[in-house]
């Protein structure tokens, strides 16, 4: 076992850029054994590309990266799995249909010889204990676990190969609050044992709860660690807000119109209590939340994708609350999903036929095509969403991040939209597209279009809407005009950070709250 | 995240590739042309190049069916085979019954589009379309089975009919629906918006699904017209023979999918067209054709055919993935 | 939920075939007899080899669709090497079949062409090696005919062919059940992703599925070929249906990852006695046809509407909906 506060792990000026976007500039990391440093910051700010760097994903541009005194190069998850490196992924990787003592061993080649269930629990036993599963049975299934289980049996997974450094990807995003206590647990079981974990999280509550240390990261840049007992609320939210790229939001509408989208009392899955909102033409709102905190559920639900399962949506007074996606899309409604490549464009399809593709009906006539009417339909929208129109008969696939997402919003403006519903608008986007985004939603809203879009990155909230809600785990949070909430407010909100007190509380706190 | 230099370059590439596509396949018949006329030369007499093309007709036009099942992304039928029996034995029947030829050829159809339909409703419902069409093959063939009691059906027409013998400009009736089809499959595809979906359907369900395209008819409108297109295989073969059995179309699937795999159709759904599939049945036809001229051995032609098709999957998967990465 | 071997669909299966087995005993009651009893057996033992062979493959989430061809190949060579002796014939011809299912395996793995796609191209080029072998049916000498009737030899209701399925299946449920590598598989088919995550060599499991599904195609179709003292070219192209069927009877899901080889030779059990009914209610043979398809469909809905992504969603809506109910009943 290591001494706790000698330094593990020490990462020097790393640098690492995609293309013309720089993603880490100048960044230095430390982590010393058997502490807890917590790793904040924005989206896109960096934390994630860290992580892929540690785990062996990517490699840096330029740095240095020291292992226990030794300088090491991570090229490949093999290599940074060997160095003692361990990621427990938002996306698990363990097996539904084996059991779990089987998971906790595959792909390792540790067991050789016959698999049978009593050998395997035998050998799993001492794992799962040490993560705090004493009462679970190695031989059940994986699929009867619940998510904090899962993640919980990861962490066993990786403490039977070995690993001194546990990166923790935002573990609480989809857990209850009984589990978030677990694996707060075992977190500190882990730095007792001597091992390091790096914490990633949204959630600045769980930073006083378990982190020793706090390194925040702001647009590609990190700033020197602090002791978490030197920081309050207050300080941290100032050293992660702090960039003002004002410029790169045009101005708020300055007249809103007639009501448009009416939600009342919606209840979904993702939220824990119904909601209600009211969108009105000309209007961008803008639904803050991190992950799992049901944002992007309202979306679902209006556009028939998930179901409603009580309340009522109206679109100009007619009731849509039935209405399935096609329904929705004749009525005026778009729909843009936070992942383009599942389903927001046909990769291997030209962009004239992506942006048109919504509309098909809109330029055949009882069935037959008209290339002419496809071109000119096309031609508007890119020519609306400032997109060149000489690219339109390259591959969708072959576009910039950027160019792909103005895609994939953008087709919906060949149905001639009312509402307009988009998550993480400018999620994988670099900046100067951003911006372009950005200028060509607010055009389109005071044209007249409502635009509804739920969104993770704070300041893409606060500087695009007309109005803003907020969201933490399943809750409605606040409603206000997006001139009238502060920074710190909004980020006091989605990561709930107001609440001090332990998570198991924060139902209670919240209830009244809201 | 791409650079500006990335983006503009790349689309020329993909651009050629569709085309790179069919001019792979028309140097392909071109070479097989030039090669098989210098070391075969009847193989380049009018007509043996005639019996070649409606040799390749048959094959082609359940070919052509089928590409619109493997552009939805459904892979391919192994139903067409015997689609095609029943409808020649309904078709024999309803003849030998003394039915007038066009009810004799309608009703038959009918029964294929409801074939069709069927397993189009299973398979968008979401099951695998391998399975179901292996399946229904099997159930359909032992029906043909039942209902002939795996005897030979006489059509008993007098006079041999004109959908099988005639010539029309001196080129066979089934050439001509050969062409007629495919002309029309290229414009369904190219023009309609039934073709669109069915293509968008092919490059992403998910995009697909959520840009509001009609995926369930789509589907199942693919499945009747491969149904229906190997109905026609069948019909044809009947004003040909004058008859019909379950075994007339042994080995059919196999070749149908060969014509529709060599033709270059992506087979994940998305890309191809029904012209690329009729040429590849023609390369196919005339490859076979080649073979017997050489007097080539039943199993080594086979052999041939089997790495024509299979390199030209493997060919068509590396492609791809080049222009894709 | 805990690791079971007798599953409620295994039991269920289980349950189907006894039914099946005492309503033919009843309408038929010869049926039970010692030497029907061994003939289902015979047709379960070269249905049993395929449809464990397929099933591998459908376990790790892919298809083999050549088994029929490489079956005739190593029919062929089987009958040709009886001068070799019976074991030593039926170990070349496997051992031909093993070495073209790991190419096969490796090139699929390698490229990631889909196997049904790629699984097309060989069977015609196999079936092509079949004829390119002999053009006619090949007959084994006359004095080599006792090797025939060794395999045929009856043992209570078995025979030593049946014995060498029975063998070869357990061992393959072996493996895969309790081997690394087999549990590998197993993880592979169920979940790629994940299996890739958890630092899963992503080729080996998908190589060695087609080995095992060319080399039992293989064992089947020489054993089969020798015990008729002969083997055609044109032999065993049913034979991917009854595998396909008996493998997705037995429990094996489409969507991979699900399945034990138990339930497979249920599965071939439950074929077998249908078609031995169907036959010995005096129907013709092509009606064994109609019957395999017509129950391949079936199967396929029921697994579909028990098993299938779409049937999860809904499945989840229901849970979700009675959550929501149990939440606002006490507010």
Known sequence: MTETGVSLLDMKNISKSYGHVQALQDVSFNLRSGEVMALLGENGAGK????????????????????????????????????????????????????????????????????????????????????????????????????????????????????????????????????????????????????????VTHRLGEVFQIADRATIFRNGRSLDPVPVSELTIDTLVERLLGRHLGEMYPPRAASLGAPRLEIKDLSTPGLSAPISLTARQGEIVGLAGQMGSGASSVLRSVMGISFTSSGTVHLDGTDITKANRQKAISMGVGYCSDDRKFDGIFQLQSVMKNLSSAAINRFSTAGWLSNSRERSLAGQVASKFAFDESRLPSNAGNLSGGNQQKVAVGKWLAISPKVLLVEEPTRGVDVGARAEIYRNLRTLADEGLTIIFASSDMAEVKGLSDTVMTFYRGHLIRVLPAGEITDQQMMLDVTHASVSSTPTTDAVNLSDEV | MSTIVETAAKPRLVMSRAKAFNVALAVGVVVVLIVSGLTQPEFLSADNLVATVRAAALIGIAAVGMTFITLTGNFVSLSTEQTAVITAILCAMALGAGWPMWAAVVVPLAVAMVIGALQGIFVALGLNSIITTLGAGAAIFGIANVITNSKTIQARVPDPMWLGTARPLGIPIQVWIFVVLVLITMVVLRKTSFGRTVKMIGSNSNTARSSGLRITRAVVASFIIASVFAGICGVLLVAQVNQAKTLNFTGFNIDVVAAVLVGGTAIQGGEGSTLRTALGAIVIAMLTNYMLLAQYEYGTRLIITGFVVGGAVIAFNWVRGKSSS | MTYKFFTPSLLSRIGILLFLWLAFTALSPNFSSFSNVYSVFEGFAIAGLVAAGVGTTMLVGELDLSVGSVAAVAGIIAVQCTGFGLVPAVLIASAVALVYGLAQGWIIARTGINSLVFTIATLILVRGVAFAMTPTAVLMPMDRIGMSDFLIFRLFIFSPFSLTTICVITALGLFLGYARWGREMMAFGGARNEARAAGLNMRRPIIIAFAISATLAGLAGSLASIKSASAAPFSYEGMLLTGVTAALVGGVSLYGGKGTMFGVVIGVLILRVLTAGIASRGAAVYVEYLATGVILLLVLVVEFTTESPQRRAWSERRAFERQLAAVSVPA
């Open chain 1, 48 to 199: 994630s590309t860290l992580v892929k760097l540690l785990s062996g994903l990517i490699t840096p541009d330029s740095g240095s990266i020291t292992l226990n005194g030794e300088p090491r190069t991570l090229g490949t998850p093999s290599a940074a799995r060997a160095a003692g490196i361990a990621v427990v992924q938002q996306e698990f990787s363990l097996v539904p249909t084996l059991t779990i003592a089987e998971n906790l061993f595959l792909g390792s080649g540790d067991v050789r010889g016959l698999w049978t269930g009593k050998r395997l629990a035998n050998l799993a036993r001492p794992l799962l204990d040490t993560v705090g599963l004493e009462d679970l049975d190695p031989r059940r299934f994986v699929s009867s676990l619940s998510v904090g289980e899962l993640q919980l049996v990861e962490i066993a997974r990786l403490m039977g190969r070995n690993a001194e450094i546990f990166i923790l990807d935002e573990p609480t995003a989809a857990l209850s609050d009984v589990e978030i206590v677990r694996v707060m647990q075992v977190v500190k079981r882990l730095t007792a044992m001597g091992r390091s974990v790096i914490y």
